[in-house]
Nanobody, 115 residues
Framework: QVQLVESGGGLVQPGGSLRLSCVAS????????MAWYRQAPGKQREVVAH???????HYLDSVKGRFTISRDYAKNTVYLQMNSLKPEDTAVYYC?????????WGQGTQVTVSS
C-alpha cells in the first residue's frame, strides 16, 4: 500500500511563499499522474496542479504564474512551490497519486494565508 505524506504547510502573510512536499513510501515512477488538490471550508475539493508521467503540467487558472509543481524521482517527492499567496489560497492541501489500479491520497497539510 502506497503512503503519501505531505508537509510544508503553515501560516503565511499575503504575498508570501510556501513549498509543499509530498513524499511517497515507494518509487513514484509507476504513477501516471501526481497532483495537488485543495479544499477550503465549505467548498469542494479542487485540483490545483498536476504533473503527468511524461512531465506535462496543468494548473488551476487562479494559480497560474504563481504555483509550480515539480518532482524529484530520486527523493520520491512531488513539490508545490507557491508564491504570491493570497487569502483565497487558504485551504487544506492534499497530494494525490494515480497508477494502474491505485488512487492514493495523503492526509493533507493546512495552508493559511492571513495578515
Amino acid at each position: 500500500q502506497v503512503q503519501l505524506v505531505e508537509s510544508g504547510g503553515g501560516l503565511v502573510q499575503p504575498g508570501g511563499s510556501l513549498r509543499l512536499s509530498c513524499v511517497a513510501s515507494g518509487s513514484i515512477f509507476s504513477f501516471y499522474r501526481m497532483a495537488w488538490y485543495r479544499q477550503a471550508p465549505g467548498k469542494q475539493r479542487e485540483v490545483v496542479a498536476h504533473i503527468t508521467g511524461g512531465g506535462s503540467t496543468h494548473y488551476l487558472d487562479s494559480v497560474k504564474g504563481r504555483f509550480t509543481i515539480s518532482r524529484d524521482y530520486a527523493k520520491n517527492t512531488v513539490y508545490l512551490q507557491m508564491n504570491s499567496l493570497k487569502p483565497e489560497d487558504t485551504a487544506v492541501y492534499y497530494c494525490n497519486a494515480l497508477e494502474v489500479g491505485g488512487d492514493y491520497w495523503g492526509q493533507g497539510t493546512q495552508v493559511t494565508v492571513s495578515s
